[in-house]
């Protein structure tokens, strides 16, 4: 049992279910939205540039 809920922690985790259903339990402003979905661009971003350098 500790094994199949194990597995589908997993795969919730990696499907992005559980963020997607914390990120909408409260109204976010859309500029919020634009802002935070624009600072991890920038972040990623900036690994991607880290590691190719």
């Not at 094994?3 to 500029?31: M, T, V």
């Not at 939205?33 to 880290?50: E, I, P, S, T």
């Amino acid at each position: 049992m500790e094994r199949a809920i194990r597995r589908l922690k997993k795969r919730l985790d990696r499907e992005g279910i559980i963020k997607d259903a914390r990120a909408k339990r409260y109204f976010e402003k859309p500029c919020a939205v634009k802002r935070r979905k624009k600072k991890v661009a920038a972040f990623n971003d900036m690994l991607r540039n880290k590691r190719n350098s």
